[in-house]
């Protein structure tokens, strides 16, 4: 597994610098002047649950551990407390083999799985949001200070997106700290490692908000909810039905959260507003720009 970039706030944050991320290529620009920029590289993972192959999903290749037994996780295929008995990762031949102590086969989820809307190869199954059924919330809060204090330094955080471009974001976060930052060319794929840490290093949902630079789509808001995670953010905009889907499940959801703004769609009751929004600073130059979509 590769070894995490840490800082003195993160747990595990980007490092743009790690080798096979990015590569180097040549161009032109308006001008015709000959260019070299650094593109994401793209290469996919197929991930196999004991001897049942799953999905291949196309990614950055980082974490790949993490982002298998997350994905299983987000598609209820990996109940809480599953006895996860060794994770096999072959980078050769891209593969990720999650094994456990029962043996379950996925045949008709398998004929379910529909393409999602987020970028690269996603794949939601179809029965997913039945998984809601049982989902409580806890009553968190959601102080409107650290809101303003994630997303400055989230977005001023060194990471793949302002060295190439072409990347999704999520961070999860505890009050005004951000813990661990995941990044990959799909949002559900960044959602999917942060699920598999968590999991993996058996971290508490209740007390957490989770960042997401994408779009507040119906799939986000379902996988938030699964991860039994209070509260969703991002820079970005909402989906109809991902507002419904938060409304209906208790879910605080943050959207075109940028400087001083902010728009909270479902979960008001959680939000103690103890900063005056004129005192948050506005976007820096240096960060995610308004409106783009990595």
Known sequence: ????????????????????????????????AAVEISVVEERPLTIFLNGQEIVTAMTIGDYPQYLAVGFLRNQGMLADGEDITGISYDEELETVVVRTASRTTYEEKMRKKTRTSGCAVGTVFGDMIEGLAGVTLPQAELRTSWLYALSKEINTTPSLYLEAGAIHGTVLCKQDRPLVYMEDVGRHNAV?????WMVLEGESAGDKIL???????????IKTAMMGIPVLASRSGFTAWGVEIAREVGLTLIGRLRGQR?????????????????????????????????
């Open 1 to 32: 597994m590769q070894l995490p970039a840490k800082t003195d706030r993160y747990l595990i944050a980007p490092d743009p610098a790690a080798p096979r991320l990015t590569r180097a290529v040549t161009g032109t620009d308006q001008t015709g």
């Open 192 to 196: 999917d490692k942060i699920a598999g």
């Open 211 to 221: 960042y997401t630079t994408g779009r507040l789509t119906s799939e986000m808001v």
């Open 262 to 294: 902010f728009v909270c769609l479902a979960g008001e009751e959680r939000l103690v507003r103890d900063a005056d929004p004129a005192d948050a600073d506005e976007d820096s130059p240096k960060s995610r720009r308004k409106g783009a979509h990595a």
